[in-house]
């Protein structure tokens, strides 16, 4: 069984930087993709970023601010957040393939 928890989440303030971790940790074999997605009040939840064999890819609204790194051999990926606005304040769930953990809250204050 495969379990996904994220950690690293927690308060800045604007302009300030996160950085989250997530390990796949059970049995998960060889995954395919890791990633991210958020859900932010009022919108739905949306694919931050994702990193694959192929490299890396982003939501326009975080290029350039947020950077996907893995660690494939370990089921480990990282999102970096630079340059945090208050609108990135949302719940961020770590994906491992088909599988989703918990989430875990990153609030950015004004």
């Known amino acids: 069984q495969v379990r996904v928890q994220e950690s690293g989440g927690g308060w800045v303030q604007a302009g300030g930087s996160l950085r989250l971790s997530c390990i796949a940790a059970?049995?998960?074999?060889?995954?395919?993709?890791m990633g991210w997605y958020r859900q932010t009040p009022g919108k739905p939840r949306e694919l931050v970023g994702i990193?694959?064999?192929?490299?890396?890819s982003y939501a326009d609204s975080v290029k350039g601010r947020f950077t996907i790194s893995g660690e494939n051999a370990r089921n480990r990926v990282y999102l970096q957040m630079n340059s945090l606005t208050p609108e990135d304040t949302g719940v961020y769930y770590c994906?491992?393939?088909?599988?989703w953990g918990q989430g875990i809250q990153v609030t950015v204050s004004s």
């Open positions: 990193i694959t064999s192929g490299g890396t």
């Open positions: 994906v491992a393939g088909v599988t």
């Open positions: 059970g049995s998960p074999g060889r995954i395919n993709s």
